[in-house]
């Protein structure tokens, strides 16, 4: 991967001096800059503002303050959530509904049939969505968001819960979608699996982002007491 530092703008996702403060709370503050490459982890305590930072590099949440600037996020992005909803149809319907709520993609039923083969539930496609496992769900969801053609997808905590067995797939498709030319930006408490995953890691403390390090930097040598607190277990693991 190249560094961050040798990207032009057009491969970062900008926040400078974001704010967004609720309740007269600030829950989020960020001054960072991110690649749009390879996988970005995000972690840090509960509550810290994560989940926030996703939905609004997808749109759901405007910032209070500051320049938000897209990069190539502005050609499409997709967020996949802890608990992502599905209807009362069939595992291929469920996908069948990106053609209905998103005009501008076309898509095929070829096209839903290899994005269920590449997550491996090609042979689920006519079963109950709402009968699948917690691991075929979240494939699912990773399946929706390859087609809809995201050039950024945003994962929140995507094997939480999971087995080991369907940590191991759920991660295999996220590399096959890097492969595929997509950025991944996830949040994660699990440790073990930045390390695994992750390119780059940013680390957030009540709302605060902190710049981003390289993975194997960012384990070696934490980039404030705070995150080598978290990383040894005695912060925020509540």
């Known amino acids: 991967m190249d560094k961050s530092s040798s990207m032009s703008s057009s491969n970062r996702l900008e926040l400078q001096h974001i704010e967004i403060v609720r309740n007269d709370r600030k829950i989020l503050s960020a001054n960072v800059s991110i690649p749009l490459q390879g996988i970005t982890a995000v972690i840090g305590p509960n509550g810290s503002g994560k989940t926030t930072l996703l939905k609004m590099i997808h749109g759901l949440v405007a910032p209070d303050s500051g320049n938000y600037l897209p990069g190539s996020v502005a050609l499409r992005s997709a967020l996949v959530l802890h608990h992502t909803p599905l209807i009362k149809a069939s595992v291929k319907a469920n996908l069948e509904l990106i053609k209905d709520t998103e005009s501008a993609i076309r898509i095929s039923d070829s096209d839903i049939d290899e994005a269920l083969a590449n997550v491996g539930l090609l042979h689920l496609a006519k079963q109950p969505a709402l009968k699948l496992s ?99 277990h005695e912060l925020g693991w509540k």
């Open 134 to 232: 917690a691991g075929e769900r979240q494939r699912l969801s990773l399946a929706r968001a390859q087609l809809q053609h995201a050039k950024v997808i945003l994962l929140d905590e995507p094997t939480a819960n999971l087995d080991p067995g369907s940590t191991d797939q759920v991660e295999a498709i996220i590399k096959n979608l890097v492969a595929q030319d997509c950025s991944i930006i996830f949040t994660s408490h699990q440790l073990a699996q930045v390390e695994r995953l992750a390119n780059q890691v940013m680390f957030i403390y009540e709302g605060e982002c902190c710049d981003i390090s390289d993975t194997v930097e960012f384990f070696k040598n934490p980039p404030s007491q705070n995150a080598q607190r978290f990383i040894h």
